[in-house]
């Protein structure tokens, strides 16, 4: 019983990759926005029952904080995109010193391009949110989707595997 809980929970767990990766490729940046209010929603109603146990003080600032992010959560996302930006330009351009100063090379062609892939695709991801913005947050969000969707199969052809052993 114990195994298959363990398989059930790689197999959901996969189709909520698989969901998550769909709503980035469908509804784009407005799932920031989508997060955001139920964030707000979540803090607000965190804040009343903190309220009905006399947490005064606690419930009070988690209501004002949800309620700021429901009215303000778009200053929130543009500065959050910026310090993503400037986050993944850090990244990438420590990850392409590193590959570089090691000298990466793989067994195959394709293993070395694909080590210096993802440095290069963080620092071109990180100009197009510097400079782009509007848009881009939609393809930064089609490509996170398209990786989602498949990080959700990879999971879901491992559990499915997993279980028929």
């Known amino acids: 019983v114990r195994q298959f809980m363990k398989v059930s929970e790689k197999i ?14 469908v509804l784009k940046g407005q799932v920031v926005s989508i997060a955001m209010t139920i964030l707000g929603v979540l803090l607000i109603v965190l804040g009343i029952m903190n309220l009905t146990t006399k947490l005064v003080a606690p419930g009070v600032v988690k209501i004002v904080v949800g309620a700021l992010i429901i009215l303000f959560g778009w200053v929130l996302v543009s500065a959050a995109l910026y310090i993503l930006a400037a986050l993944l330009l850090i990244f990438g351009i420590l990850q392409l010193y590193a590959q570089i100063k090691l000298n990466t090379k793989g067994a195959r062609i394709i293993d070395t391009i694909f080590a210096y892939a993802l440095p290069v695709i963080c620092i071109v991801i990180a100009f197009f949110l510097f400079f782009n913005q509007g848009g881009t947050v939609d ?12 990080e959700g199969i990879l999971m879901l052809a491992n559990g499915l595997r997993k279980n028929e052993k």
């Open 12 to 25: 959901i767990s996969a189709i909520l990759t698989l969901v998550l990766g769909i709503l980035f490729i």
């Open 139 to 150: 393809w930064v969000f089609i490509v996170a989707g398209v990786f989602t969707i498949i």
